[in-house]
């Protein structure tokens, strides 16, 4: 066999073990863990601390009576939950209309420095022992505190993600269909990862943590959410993961907004490769390390080189002759065939939404490769984000 040969057959596996392999590690994991008795953390659904709910907002006008309504609806004592909504730098509306709100702490700011400038300023507010982080434009299920809470009554857990769940219409566009799909397959992940062990990471959308865990971030921090929790994991705290407590956000408007979004997410994620580096240590938690390889670093850092790499490969070997690796090679134009097609109709509702997986696929691994240029390139980096245009029906 030759060298291309076994280049091509050992990225093939890596790339098979990164979107398949990974999960079914998990899951045979899970079952022998269930088998032997040792798949069961610790919960107490009577568990309820007083709690300090946080939402960042930056111009938040058009969606803020809603939150505001969302908030008011949770099912846990009014006493025990204390609400603080960030304005910084907000130019709209959104501090005036939070000022008819008394039971609501606004903290504003007329310099606008980013989210994680805020969320580290907002801390000092906190009285409580538990604080949740919600994003503005995501909406949390009556009960998703009571669910959160009831984790903490284990003194090993130190952070609790909730579910990202995406609304989208029954026929939608790619942006609309490619995310939603995106968190469907991340939060069977996430719910596999904390049963075995802890999850990797949680989304701010909707996010608990002990209060006396927090640790203050560098302003520039991009992925403030994903940092916070895996510094709270480093030390040997787990993460868990609560898929009755979800938080629903509507879609990007369109691709382009999406894929503007996963840019700034994908150099968050390379900023936080290389950072996290120094925190993570194999010795103290070895199972840890490898969730955070496999879930982590293999997609973002190594598959999206991987999947040029095999595609020149595989060209290359179909070239010289092999019937198997024209067989490959058709699969691949096919698959590839299919993402164009699902750019040229990326804006339109149509039937078939399968069209729209090859596309997205291709643009979350561009937006990979994007990120790593503007992180490389465009220094310094700033913590402001430049929210992306979101549907309007939930």
């Not at 509306?93 to 000022?99: E, V």
């Not at 509507?250 to 997410?265: D, G, H, Y």
Request: hydrophobic share 45%.
């Amino acid at each position: 066999m030759s060298l291309s040969a076994i280049i091509f057959w050992l990225s093939a596996a890596i790339l098979c073990y990164g979107f398949f392999g990974y999960g079914l590690v998990l899951w045979f994991w899970s079952v022998c863990k269930e088998l032997l008795g040792y798949n069961k953390h610790m919960t107490d659904t009577s568990y309820e601390p007083s709690v300090t709910l946080i939402v960042p907002c930056y111009n938040e006008a058009d969606i803020l009576e809603q939150k505001i309504s969302n908030c008011r609806s949770l099912c846990y004592p009014k006493e025990k939950l204390q609400l603080i909504f960030i304005t910084d730098g907000s130019t709209d509306q959104t501090a005036d209309l939070l000022k008819k709100h008394p039971d609501i702490q606004c903290l504003h700011e007329p310099t606008r420095k980013g989210k994680t400038a805020a969320e580290n300023r907002s801390i000092a507010f906190v009285q409580t022992p538990v604080v949740i982080f919600s994003d503005a434009n995501a909406m949390l299920n009556p009960d998703a505190i009571r669910n959160l809470v009831k984790h903490f009554a284990n003194p090993k857990t130190g952070c609790v993600a909730g579910e990202k769940r995406v609304s989208v219409q029954r026929i939608d566009t790619a942006g609309a269909v490619g995310e939603n799909l995106y968190w469907r397959y991340e939060s069977i992940l996430k719910r596999l990862d904390a049963d075995c062990n802890s999850a990797v990471g949680a989304a701010g959308e909707l996010m608990a943590l002990r209060t006396s865990l927090y640790q203050p971030l560098p302003e520039d921090t991009l992925l403030d959410d994903f940092m916070q929790s895996m510094l709270i994991a480093s030390t040997g705290y787990r993460i868990a993961y609560e898929p009755d407590a979800y938080a629903t956000e509507t879609a990007s408007a369109n691709v382009a907004e999406e894929l503007k979004r996963k840019i700034r997410i994908a150099t968050g994620s390379w900023q936080a490769l290389f950072r996290l580096g120094k925190w993570l240590s194999i010795r103290k938690t070895p199972l840890l390390c490898f969730q955070y390889f496999s879930h982590r670093v293999l997609r973002w850092a190594i598959i999206p080189f991987l999947l040029i790499l095999l595609f020149l490969l595989n060209l290359v070997l179909a070239i010289s002759g092999d019937a198997l690796y024209r067989v490959f090679m058709t699969l691949q134009l096919f698959f590839y065939a299919t993402a164009l097609l699902g750019y040229l109709f990326r804006n339109t509702r149509i039937r078939y939404n399968l069209v729209f997986l090859p596309y997205y696929f291709c643009v979350m691994h561009y937006a990979l490769l994007a990120g790593l240029y503007r992180y490389l390139y465009h220094k310094p980096q700033n913590g402001v984000w430049e929210k992306a245009k979101r549907s309007t029906a939930y």
